[in-house]
């Protein structure tokens, strides 16, 4: 009997929640278990054990991948908030905030080896060199974001090139590796793939949009954030791209001036004169679509695509 | 026919200037390609080959691990020296102090992956496991090592289970890797691994004595940083252990004081009082001989075993 999405969820819960992270010395793990055990939607190695099972493949011999790309995740969690100094994820201080900023790089090392160790496993170690393609196309991707801070010509195709490696990519790897340990018919797994990649950059956006317009109750983190760091988001490119001269001038008047709340609200403010969050949400859906047509054109049952149905639709008009 | 430490060492320079470091985005590897051009003994991947040749291995086959013992340990370096906020390496300005933190971070997670990535090759991957393990193991040694900045009570046998950590383990561990690839007995693993756990402590105790007393052009570094970054070095430790009330006392005060020429010769001055520098060169000598009966007992012919019993010599007396 296929598990339905909830099941795999509470499947990959239950991995995480039994794994011991807690190891010597405990300033090491301490963080790494911190990270690991604030939960977060775990949407990666649930689309693992979703790939994995949608082919008919043995999910339990999947867990130590899934583990895999959790780890990894919350590894460029937990280095990507010591780069940007966040002080909150996922409603609580960060590793880097909480601790210091030798803790946060040390047990992001510890973390990103750790995944590498869960892939040792001999059931799942045929996935290393996709692995680490897929990790080093991920740190790839944050550093043209950290590039793109120093810019204000940052394209569209830029931006979605930078955001596919650092978001997108993960999601296909995790996608691809529970295919290819289900045996998977290549056609089906390059599918796969681009329902990955649609859903990741329609994610990636989705979280620009939630930035500065979601509610910072159960989006996890401080909203107005990626305006007051001048981060160059969807919303600020496409502005930038469609404002009138004056609108021009008084964005890159604000991307001088320094953080605050009257900042925010002033930017925001010109966001919605442009009618900028509707033109992402209008390519947001695009990007859902295609991500359903790759997911039909998979040779597998409708019922047996369900997990991964719903998984895209949780995503449409996510709040956090 | 054998080829000797020299052609040894040839091999691996010829391995690591032949790879090309340098992809896109060019901020990201160009720091990358900077830390391995900067050459430096590499000791380890010249070990791990010498250990696959003992056993008649294909040292060819091994390249791909030899590369992996390299990036990884440049990882080391670029991130301990961003933690220790160093801004000279054999010679040369630091990552960390050439480019910037955010810089030294990221370049350094993507020397982790790539090392990983070298390890994905067939004829290698087998060693995955024993490679993540000695990676976790180093970082945990770190951590141990950060640790003990906040300490004064460190005992010798904390500083050596550190030492081992974070210096010997990744000695132990190419030479492991080197005999594993070619499929030597256990029993010799064993002698091998416990000719480099020697080896990497008298290595590191030597460091910390070239630290205090080398001279800076071969040394590479600037000397004295350990006694002003109050490091709890062998040095230090054997003073606080062997020192008379009245030294230890004005070991606590110059402790307690900031960094200066002055603090740092008068740190010299009660360790020489102590004789502190020939206590620590006796325990180098002890443990560079137990390194020289483990290779002995090794089932080889003493000509195969050249290239160890060299590198072994030439780590005796080195001044950088």
């Known amino acids: 009997m296929a598990l339905s999405l909830t099941q795999l969820q509470n499947v990959v819960k239950h991995i995480v929640d039994s794994e011991p992270f807690l190891h010597t010395p405990e300033e090491l793990y301490a963080p790494i278990e911190y990270s690991l055990r604030l939960g977060g939607k775990r949407l990666r190695p649930t689309m693992l054990l979703?790939?994995?099972?949608?082919?008919?493949?043995?999910?339990?011999?999947?867990?130590?991948?899934?583990?895999?790309?959790?780890?990894?995740?919350?590894?460029?969690?937990?280095?990507?908030?010591?780069?940007?100094?966040?002080?909150?994820?996922?409603?609580k201080p960060t590793v880097f905030h909480r601790w210091n900023e030798n803790t946060a790089l040390l047990s992001g090392d510890a973390m990103l080896i750790m995944a590498f160790k869960y892939l040792s496993a001999p059931a799942v170690c045929r996935l290393l060199r996709m692995f680490s393609q897929m990790a080093i196309d991920v740190v790839r991707g944050q550093q043209y974001d950290?590039?793109?801070?120093?810019?204000?010509?940052?394209?569209?195709?830029e931006y979605l090139d930078m955001i596919y490696l650092k978001t997108a990519v993960l999601f296909c790897g995790a996608l691809r590796m529970g295919a290819t340990l289900a045996d998977a018919p290549a056609a089906d797994i390059e599918l796969l793939m681009q329902y990955g990649r649609n859903l990741g950059l329609a994610f990636q956006l989705q979280d620009d949009v939630l930035d500065?317009?979601?509610?910072?109750?159960?989006?996890?983190?401080?909203?107005?954030?990626?305006?007051?760091?001048?981060?160059?988001?969807?919303?600020?490119?496409?502005?930038?791209?469609?404002?009138?001269?004056?609108?021009?001038?008084?964005?890159h008047k604000l991307l001088a001036s320094p953080k605050s709340d009257a900042k925010v609200e002033a930017v925001r403010a010109i966001y919605d004169c442009i009618g900028v969050r509707s033109k992402v949400e209008k390519l947001i859906g695009d990007y859902l679509r295609q991500a359903d047509a790759a997911l039909a054109a998979i040779h597998a049952t409708y019922e047996a695509k369900a997990p991964l149905r719903d998984l895209l639709q949780k995503l449409v008009g996510r709040h956090s």
Do not use: W
């Not at 790309?69 to 010591?82: I, P, Q, S």
């Not at 950290?146 to 195709?157: A, G, K, P, T, Y």
């Not at 600020?236 to 469609?242: E, F, H, K, N, Y």
């Open 146 to 157: 950290m590039n793109f801070e120093r810019r204000l010509d940052v394209s569209v195709d």
């Open 50 to 91: 979703a790939a994995c099972q949608l082919f008919g493949g043995d999910i339990e011999a999947a867990h130590p991948a899934a583990l895999a790309v959790e780890v990894f995740h919350n590894y460029t969690l937990v280095h990507d908030d010591l780069m940007d100094g966040s002080s909150l994820r996922r409603g």
């Open 212 to 251: 500065t317009y979601g509610d910072e109750n159960t989006f996890g983190k401080k909203t107005g954030q990626d305006i007051s760091d001048n981060k160059k988001t969807m919303l600020l490119i496409t502005a930038l791209a469609d404002a009138n001269s004056d609108q021009r001038a008084a964005l």
